[in-house]
């Protein structure tokens, strides 16, 4: 699962804004948690768009706001046939940016958080939107979608937030890709290099949004090989 995750100013978040064609700024934003209104990239007409939106999908059909369902995270695996997710699946796809993501682990006996990121750019999380209400009643939110963990990435949680490249981030924003094309990019990448560090447990209260709590307070761990770009 993706429960929390954070966007910062450094050079491979640029470089992600920078590839998505967008600006984020102000920043940073950190600890981001389910139901804090964020901002998402969607497509509009040609061009990418930047906008904010409140993390835990309100389907369109739903009476309205609601957290007796966790829906801030959707199943790769489901999607397609969710009635929650099948319509935002079809025409209404986002990518998620973010520079880290945070997952607990009890690998040493005891639950930690820790920072996961790509040491080479931002992080282009896919995504789904939708939109309730009408007039100033309107509420777009989004759900990030989640697909079963690569092996080298078990130890710390059994599923992850899925990572496209620059080519799939494009692909999954384009209203012409086809379903089953869509479906294939919904899966964890092995050749990603990804960076995985302890934090302190400062980071375990959502209120918490210092910068400083994404400092590790042991040495980060690469895993997987570095992606060419």
């Not at 950190?30 to 993390?55: C, G, K, Q, Y």
């Not at 080519?167 to 999954?172: L, M, Q, R």
Request: with cysteine; glycine share 6%; charged share 25%.
């Amino acid at each position: 699962m993706c429960g929390r995750y954070n966007i910062t100013d450094d050079p491979a978040t640029r470089l992600l804004m920078e590839i998505l064609g967008i600006d984020l700024s102000p920043l940073p934003l950190v600890n981001i948690a389910p139901t804090e209104v964020v901002p998402v990239v969607r497509r509009a007409e040609s061009a990418n768009e930047v906008a904010w939106m409140r993390w835990w999908l309100v389907p369109s059909w739903s009476s309205g706001p609601s957290q007796k369902y966790a829906m801030f995270n959707a199943r790769c695996e489901s999607v397609a046939q969710s009635r929650a997710f099948r319509e935002p699946f079809r025409s209404r796809r986002c990518v998620v940016p973010a520079s880290s993501f945070i997952e607990w682990s009890a690998r040493s006996g005891e639950k930690h958080p820790y920072r996961i990121r790509d040491p080479h750019c931002g992080l282009a999380l896919a995504g789904l939107w939708d939109c309730w209400g009408q007039g100033g009643q309107q509420v777009e939110s989004f759900a990030i979608i989640t697909c079963e963990a690569r092996a080298d990435f078990r130890d710390w949680h059994h599923r992850m937030p899925v990572m496209l490249n620059a080519k799939g981030a494009d692909e999954w924003l384009n209203q012409a890709t086809g379903s089953a094309r869509l479906l294939s990019l919904l899966q964890a990448e092995n050749d990603r290099e990804l960076g995985v560090a302890r934090l302190g447990k400062g980071i375990n209260q959502a209120r918490n949004k210092s910068a400083e709590l994404l400092d590790p307070v042991e040495e980060e761990l690469l895993i997987g090989a570095n992606r060419a770009r």
